[in-house]
């Protein structure tokens, strides 16, 4: 079982920046890596994804604004967010993801990004 730490939430004024990270306990070189976002009352939505190849995909309006990138020397994946709005406040969660057999998802416990307005 693979256990996934995330940071780097806090409390943030609208335009401000944050960038969150999240640490496997396991390698990641295999896997899709990616960052979801819950806001309140709404489901969980997918915010970037980056494959192990390294191929990226964001969610509609946030390429703009938001970078994911990776390092699978330190099993870590990253989200650097821009430009932030009060509609970007939510619980954050690290995900991985391989489709290869054996099949895995794992999830991060999710950190909290509160932006003011």
């Known amino acids: 079982q693979v256990q996934l730490v995330g940071s780097g939430g806090g409390l943030v004024e609208a335009g401000g920046s944050l960038r969150l990270s999240c640490v496997a306990s396991g390698s990641t070189s295999s896997f899709r890596m990616g960052w979801y976002r819950q806001a309140p009352g709404k489901q969980r939505e997918m915010v970037a994804t980056?494959?192990?190849?390294?191929?990226?995909n964001y969610a509609d309006s946030m390429e703009d604004r938001f970078t994911i990138s990776r390092d699978n020397r330190k099993n870590t994946v990253y989200l650097q967010m821009n430009s932030l709005k009060a509609d970007d406040t939510g619980i954050y969660y690290c995900?991985?993801?391989?489709?290869?057999?054996?099949?895995?998802?794992?999830w991060g416990q999710g950190t909290q990004v509160t932006v003011s307005s």
């Open positions: 980056i494959t192990s190849g390294g191929t990226i």
């Open positions: 995900n991985m993801f391989r489709a290869m057999t054996p099949r895995a998802t794992y």
